[in-house]
Structure formats: C-alpha cells, structure tokens
C-alpha cells in the first residue's frame, strides 16, 4: 500500500549540523502542484513513482488527497515539490475541493491513454479549475499515462498534442508502470520545477494568505469544450488524404 507522506530528497544535508540544517530548510522554497484526472487514471501511481522512485504493488481509490514531497536541486537551489494526489471519484472528492485549490502553484492533468473517456473528461477537470479561479498563467502540463498498454492506446498522440496545445500546455506520454520510463516520469516534475524555480518568488504556501481573493474571468462549459472539439476537427483536417 502507498504511503501518505514521502519525502525523497536529493540532497545531502545528512553531513550538516542540524542548526544549518533547519535554517536551510527554513529558507527552502515549497511549491504545491494538484494532480487530478478522472479515477483509475494512475494519479497515484505516477506521484509515487516521483517520490519514491517505484511503481506502487497495489494501490486503493484516493479517498480526499494524498501529500507525497520531494525535494530536489533546480540551479543549485533545493526546492521542495509537495504534490496534492486528489481523488477522481467525485464521492471522494466533494469535501476536499476547496483545499485542493488554495495556492496552487502548477497543475499536472492526467489522463489514461487507453481509455478515451478519461480524455474526453479534460475539459471539465480544466473547467474545474477555471471556476475555482486558478489563474491561466501558472504552470500546466498534460499527462497521457500508462503508453505501456500499447495494444490497447484509445486515444492518439496528435489529437491529445492539438489538444494540449489549444491549451498552451506541454504533453507528455508516459506510464508509471514501466522502470524505464522512470526517468520520464522525474522529467515530467522538473520541468514543472524549472518552471516554477524561473517563476516571481513565492511565498511557501504555510505563509501565503488562505482567503486571498482572485478576480480571474469564469469560463463557461461551452468554451472549455471548444478545445476538444478544435483538436479533434484539425486532426480530421489532418488525416484527410484530399
Ligand atoms: N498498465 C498500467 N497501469 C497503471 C499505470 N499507472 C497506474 N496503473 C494502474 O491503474 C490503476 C489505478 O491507479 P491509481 O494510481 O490508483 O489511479 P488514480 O488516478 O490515483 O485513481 P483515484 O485515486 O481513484 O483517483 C491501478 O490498478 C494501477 O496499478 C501505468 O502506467 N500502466
């Protein structure tokens, strides 16, 4: 079973007395990144397989959220990632919603390529985060997870790229599940870290202000789904042989 807290650091502050030690972490800088997408996409799984460097052997549906941390060196700067693994089925959810989106710092939008409907949920998950008014310009990525099941991909790489596109957002294909796409999965978070490194200096969320007001405009359903239905007409356009 995954546990709930994990922190894999690369650091080497064993060696350090532990005064420094506090005072280092004192000034670490802490970022918070959601992971959501439908149930049964592999949220969990691709958390774990960052924090703890391994496939998790069985797992159970997330019940609220789940905190998995990792500390790692960005330019010489340890900066600590705590990721919010939040659960897809709607009943697990509802009390926690509000917690996950306070001071969020980036957004990680998975999705299962073997499985369309997961894909086809992406603009209500992006409309989710619209209307708890998380501003369009923190970072966002968009994971396509478990590209192990070759036989069985439901949802192409060119439509799930204009998709991730329309949104300005990277893609990234990847499983949890296979060691050697490990490597792939720690690419994914630190190009979330480097974003984040290179972004304006931020408070550690245990300093920022919880009821802080934004004033972004609410999208409506219908606009969230014109990014679907945009890379689907140019992928027909695409494949068109005329
Ligand atoms: N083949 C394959 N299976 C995976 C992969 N990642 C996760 N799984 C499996 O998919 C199932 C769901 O994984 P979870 O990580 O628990 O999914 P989740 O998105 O966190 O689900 P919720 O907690 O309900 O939101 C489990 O049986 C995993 O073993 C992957 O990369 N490849």
Redesign the pocket.
Known sequence: MVSKMSDSSNSDLHEEPESFVIEKQAQRRIFKII?I????????????RFCSSK??D??????GV?FRERTVNVEGEQIKLQLW?????ER?RKSMVQHYYRNVHAIVF?Y?V?KMSSFENMPGWIGECDQHNLNRDIPRILVG?????KDKIAVNTNLAQKFADSYNMPLFE?????DE?ANHVDAIFMTLAHKLKNAKPMMPPYLTNHSRNFNTVQLGDSLQKRGLERARAEERNDSCSC
């Open positions: 992971v997408g439908d149930s049964n996409v592999g949220k969990t799984c691709l958390t774990y496939f998790p069985k797992t159970e549906a997330t019940i789940d693994d939040t659960a897809g089925q697990f998975v299962d073997t997870n478990k590209c192990d099941e990847t499983s949890a599940k296979d796409k």
